[in-house]
């Protein structure tokens, strides 16, 4: 199966920076793309990013200027910048990964969550 492992959360002042990595790993797969989403207590899980294999990007409107996602191929990591970071940003972020097996299944995997605390 494939397994992605979340790094790179903590705690950070208003306005500061924090950058978040994931790596994918497992046998005989390919990915598709990834992305970055956010869980604060009480609400719903949110998308903030995601990026193609081909490169294309997506945000949610909140983080478009301040955010970006970046991945490696070669790696199967991605990446997320984020800087002017808000109160509101405090969240359970946890990466997604969406692809094929070699097998042909489909797969959708999440990471375990890493947690970005943005305090004044």
């Known amino acids: 199966q494939v397994q992605l492992v979340e790094s790179g959360g903590g705690l950070v002042q208003i306005g500061g920076s924090l950058r978040l990595s994931c790596a994918a790993s497992?046998?005989?797969?390919?990915?598709?793309?990834m992305g970055w989403y956010r869980q604060a207590p009480g609400k719903q899980r949110e998308l903030v990013t995601s990026?193609?294999?081909?490169?294309?990007?997506n945000y949610a409107d909140s983080v478009k200027g301040r955010f970006a996602i970046s991945r490696d191929n070669a790696k199967n990591t991605v990446y997320l910048q984020m800087n002017s970071l808000k109160p509101e940003e405090t969240a359970l972020y946890y990466c997604?990964?969406?692809?094929?097996?070699?097998?042909?299944?489909?797969?959708?995997?999440w990471g375990q969550g890493t947690q970005v605390t943005v305090t004044s």
């Open positions: 497992g046998s005989d797969f390919s990915i598709t793309a």
């Open positions: 997604n990964g969406n692809g094929r097996y070699k097998r042909g299944t489909y797969y959708s995997a």
């Open positions: 990026v193609t294999v081909g490169g294309s990007t």
